[in-house]
């Protein structure tokens, strides 16, 4: 663990996003079920970002939205509700290195900071070399019948569909992350705790594919819904305001760490009001406890929701930190 109680500079390099590594609207190969065609409209950040929908037919469990109007609502600034139908959001690099990222953006389960989180996200990784797939999943307060479960089935599901696609967009299998910002952080450690779990029946053949990721990155991540630090948009959305302690037990994801858990990178501020740095503190001892290789950064400031961080802010820090994380356990390759 490192605790950093001063300004730390990266580099510009390390947090600059590569000219060559915008997302260009692509020609999606014929053949694919999944491939979708709609996009959100233009002014969207999502909207000209190939679409790559997650399940063949309705998602497990049904309900959702009305499936006759829009895959998902978005706004102007990348705010994504409404989501009737779950799917990937393709960001590719102009020179792959051979791994892919897949990223869950926070709002507490109510709505989704694609603008403000993944596709940016996912921009500076397409820098790295890494293809990137920014996650759409369902929320649970929107009529889906497997409520709390629906989000984190549709991270398996991505998990396995980004190792059953890793041919055609040119990474290894084997190299398959997962980042998560806030409540996306508690749902990409879910999917990093519960891979092994029967949340769903198989769809198809990618279904085979093992759910869990080669590494995982959490980023101010919600991880208890405990008291003290229950205060969270994110346990009111998923075991309600007076859940029950086996409710409580099941979607705090720091009570069933696996010693098959990946190697975790976790990031915080010390002065994060929403999601406190003990989420970050309790991921760690409950990794430290199975013996996962694990890695902690803490920052004197940032608060939450710092993204990339603001320049020259101590939370800044994070992107190269994990960069060189990833590098040294040969995620990221050069």
Not at 51 to 68: F, Q
Not at 138 to 153: F, V, Y
Not at 257 to 273: G, N
């Amino acid at each position: 663990m490192v605790l950093h109680r001063r300004t730390l500079l990266t580099g510009a390099a390390a947090l600059a996003v590569a000219p060559e590594a915008v997302a260009q609207p692509v020609v999606p190969p014929a053949g694919d079920p999944l491939l979708g065609h709609d996009a959100p409209p233009r002014t969207a950040p999502g909207s000209t970002l190939e679409v790559l929908r997650l399940w063949p037919g309705k998602p497990p469990g049904g309900g959702g939205p009305n499936p006759e109007g829009p895959r998902f609502d978005e706004s102007r600034e990348g705010v994504v509700t409404g989501v009737a139908e779950p799917c990937l959001l393709v960001m590719r690099p102009a020179r792959p290195t051979g791994s892919a990222m897949v990223i869950a953006a926070g709002g507490g389960y109510r709505r989704i900071d694609l603008g403000h989180e993944a596709v940016p996200v996912g921009l500076w990784l397409n820098g790295l070399g890494v293809t990137a797939f920014a996650l759409v999943y369902r929320l649970p307060g929107e009529g889906w019948a497997a409520g709390a479960d629906a989000p984190i089935q549709d991270a398996m599901r991505a998990v396995r569909l980004a190792r059953a696609r890793a041919r055609r967009y040119g990474y290894e299998p084997n190299r398959i992350g997962v980042m998560g910002f806030s409540a996306g952080g508690h749902l990409m450690g879910s999917a990093s705790t519960r891979f092994a779990s029967p949340l769903y029946a198989a769809v198809d053949e990618d279904d085979a594919l093992s759910a869990r990721p080669d590494v995982a990155a959490l980023i101010y991540p919600v991880i208890t819904l405990k008291p003290p630090f229950d205060r969270t948009s994110s346990r009111r959305v998923l075991v309600g305001d007076s859940p029950t302690r086996v409710a409580t037990e099941t979607y705090s994801v720091e009570t069933r760490v696996p010693p098959e858990t990946p190697p975790t990178f976790l990031a915080q501020a010390a002065d994060d009001p929403i999601a406190v740095v003990e989420n970050s503190l309790l991921m760690f001892s409950a990794l430290r406890a199975v013996e996962v290789p694990v890695e902690m950064h803490l920052f004197e400031r940032g608060g939450h929701g710092f993204n990339l961080g603001v320049p020259g802010s101590p939370a800044a820090a994070w992107p190269g930190l994990f960069a060189t994380w990833a590098r040294r356990r040969g995620f990221i390759r050069a």
